[in-house]
């Protein structure tokens, strides 16, 4: 029973890990067709901070930032948000943002693709995948073939 559990915990690992890699390149795809929009300045008009938590029970909490800010395409105002920012921005502070030309309405604060943020997600997918396969294939407790002792004696 308990490599059965074990093997539910690889599947689900291999999971999270394909999850991670078509999350990595999507964002990245995402990023690569937004490399022609134009910059713009925005304008940050509202602030929030909030509390994020992670590991087990919470252990560690840090202070992120939400922001939302305004911007004008041919003289008609538009506005974006940008959420889980570590370093606070003040309202009224200016911000480059691109916005997509055929829809203004759809704007972002990445300026440029991210390679390192594609590996770091690629990496961690991989990870989560060999881990799962490993649990599937290798599951600690195994049992071991008894080899025959022809020893005479």
């Not at 999507?26 to 300045?41: G, H, R």
């Not at 929030?48 to 840090?62: N, V």
């Not at 943020?117 to 995948?129: E, K, P």
């Amino acid at each position: 029973m308990h490599r059965k559990i074990l093997a539910f915990a690889g599947v689900l690992f291999c999971l999270w890990g394909c999850y991670c890699i078509m999350f990595a390149f999507t964002n990245y795809q995402a990023e690569q067709s937004q490399k022609d929009w134009p910059v713009t300045e925005a304008t940050v008009f509202l602030v929030e901070r909030r509390k994020e938590s992670s590991g087990i029970r919470h252990r560690s909490t840090r202070v992120v930032y939400d922001i939302t800010y305004e911007y004008q395409v041919e003289g008609v105002w538009y506005t974006g948000e940008d959420t889980g920012l570590i370093s606070k921005m003040e309202i009224g502070e200016p911000l480059s943002i691109k916005y997509d030309p055929q829809a203004p309405e759809n704007s972002t604060t990445i300026l440029a693709p991210q390679p390192e943020v594609l590996m770091m997600n690629l990496a961690g997918g991989v990870f989560f995948l060999l881990i799962g396969i490993w649990m599937i294939v290798f599951p600690p407790g195994r049992k071991r073939k008894d080899t025959p002792d022809y020893s005479i004696g």
